[in-house]
């Protein structure tokens, strides 16, 4: 499955790019009242108390160098509470020899909150499959459309995602996240979900790893200019507002503690890093990569009392100002 190591070379060779995060702006508050030692980042979701609102989001399996990662990340996310999702558990299914290197997400985390992750276009069968290999508490569910047609060897025919969504939801005996894998989520889109049955999304944005690009560097005929084809995550948040009775997580391009906090503010409930993590995990020891999470997670803590919020409620009603371009897409989009 060697598939999965070139995602992972590529996903660590791409460049950090720019992204609307930093189009965002807080109105600075220069007198907070808030001690760092009393901020409290922990958040409520899945009727679980996680002390911090960042999460592990889905990333790899089937490999050996993928099993290495995964005991890395199951680690990681035992040491600080963090949710984790598995990559795609579909090779699992396929070739049962490979289950092995994705157990050690949950044998390094017996009781942590782990989403086991499957492609919607995957049998149904494989649902409840990959839920069961991980005991899993949630199910990921990816929608990668453009990441398909960019892989030579991707999907084309999508008419049956719709009915085969409903169908898994319908399933599986733990909560569904419908996932998208770096484009972004419209309104129109997330309401298309909720009439499937879905009640929580990722809507990982554009901004981050970029999976057209990825494909195109393993493809003999690259989608030329596609690669910039989405939506943002800011712009995905803006647009999940508009949504009511939809739990909204919030992932793609959130590269450290500023960009959490923003995405928190903007409305999601946890935030999701997988660039982030997957460099933490190939960190030459375990004692760098906690320290590396545990700083990031203590940024966090730093940035709220600046922000004079003790609370992750509190952020959302921080003042923000948005760049010209978030402005536009806002008024054309009828936000404002
Ligand atoms: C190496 C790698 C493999 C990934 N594999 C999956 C996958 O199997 N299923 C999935 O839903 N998303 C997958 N993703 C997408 C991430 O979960 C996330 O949506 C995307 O990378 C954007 O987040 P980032 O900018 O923090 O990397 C993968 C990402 C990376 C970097």
């Given at each position: 499955?060697?598939?999965?190591?070139?995602?992972?070379r590529?996903?660590?060779?791409?460049?950090?790019?720019p992204?609307?995060f930093?189009?965002v702006r807080?109105?600075?508050?220069?007198?907070?009242?808030?001690n760092?030692?009393?901020?409290?980042?922990s958040?409520?979701?899945?009727?679980?108390?996680?002390?911090?609102?960042?999460?592990?989001?889905?990333?790899?399996?089937?490999?050996?160098?993928?099993?290495?990662?995964?005991?890395r990340?199951?680690k990681?996310?035992?040491?600080?509470?963090?949710m984790?999702?598995?990559?795609?558990?579909?090779?699992?299914?396929?070739?049962?020899?490979?289950?092995?290197?994705?157990?050690?997400?949950?044998?390094?985390?017996?009781?942590?909150?782990i989403?086991?992750n499957?492609?919607?276009?995957?049998?149904?069968?494989?649902?409840?499959?990959?839920?069961?290999?991980?005991?899993?508490?949630?199910?990921?569910?990816h929608?990668?459309?453009?990441?398909?047609?960019?892989?030579?060897?991707?999907?084309?025919?999508?008419?049956f995602?719709?009915?085969?969504?409903?169908?898994?939801?319908?399933?599986v005996?733990?909560?569904?996240?419908a996932?998208?894998?770096?484009?972004?989520?419209?309104?129109?889109?997330?309401?298309?979900?909720?009439?499937?049955?879905?009640?929580?999304?990722?809507?990982?944005?554009?901004?981050?790893t970029?999976?057209?690009?990825?494909?195109?560097?393993?493809?003999a005929?690259?989608?030329?200019?596609?690669?910039?084809?989405?939506?943002?995550?800011?712009?995905?948040?803006?647009?999940?507002?508009?949504?009511?009775?939809?739990?909204v997580?919030?992932?793609?391009?959130?590269?450290?503690?500023?960009?959490?906090?923003?995405?928190l503010a903007?409305?999601?409930?946890a935030?999701?890093?997988?660039?982030f993590?997957?460099?933490?995990?190939?960190?030459?020891?375990?004692?760098?990569?906690?320290?590396?999470?545990?700083?990031?997670?203590?940024?966090?803590?730093?940035?709220?009392?600046?922000l004079?919020?003790q609370?992750?409620?509190?952020?959302?009603?921080?003042a923000?100002?948005?760049?010209?371009?978030?402005?536009?897409?806002?008024?054309?989009?009828?936000?404002?």
């Open positions: 499955m060697s598939r999965k190591d070139d995602h992972l590529e996903a660590m060779t791409q460049s950090i790019v992204n609307d930093e189009g807080f109105v600075h508050p220069s007198l907070p009242t808030v760092v030692a009393n901020v409290d980042t958040v409520e979701l899945f009727h679980r108390r996680f002390a911090y609102p960042v999460y592990i989001n889905a990333m790899t399996g089937g490999t050996r160098q993928a099993k290495a990662i995964n005991s990340l199951g990681l996310s035992a040491r600080f509470g963090l984790m999702a598995s990559g795609s558990c579909s090779v699992a299914m396929n070739d049962p020899s490979t289950a092995h290197t994705f157990t050690p997400i949950r044998d390094e985390n017996p009781e942590g909150f989403a086991a499957i492609g919607v276009s995957a049998p149904v069968a494989y649902a409840q499959q990959a839920v069961d290999l991980l005991a899993a508490n949630a199910l990921q569910v929608l990668n459309a453009p990441q398909e047609v960019a892989m030579d060897e991707g999907d084309r025919d999508f008419t995602w719709p009915d085969n969504l409903a169908a898994m939801v319908r399933a005996n733990v909560p569904v996240i996932k998208e894998v770096g484009f972004g989520m419209s309104r129109e889109t997330m309401r298309r979900l909720q009439k499937l049955g879905v009640k929580h999304v990722d809507v990982s944005g554009r901004g981050g970029n999976f057209i690009a990825v494909e195109n560097a393993r493809s005929s690259p989608m030329e200019g596609f690669a910039t084809h989405g939506l943002s995550t800011v712009e995905s948040l803006l647009e999940a507002r508009e949504v009511d009775g939809m739990t997580l919030a992932s793609g391009g959130v590269r450290h503690a500023y960009d959490v906090v923003k995405a903007l409305g999601a409930k935030v999701g890093m997988s660039r993590f997957l460099e933490c995990a190939r960190e030459t020891s375990l004692a760098t990569a906690v320290t590396r999470v545990e700083t990031m997670l203590m940024d966090v803590k730093k940035i709220m009392a600046v004079d919020c609370t992750v409620d509190a952020l959302p009603r921080v923000m100002i948005f760049s010209g371009e978030l402005a536009s897409f806002m008024r054309q989009r009828g936000l404002m």
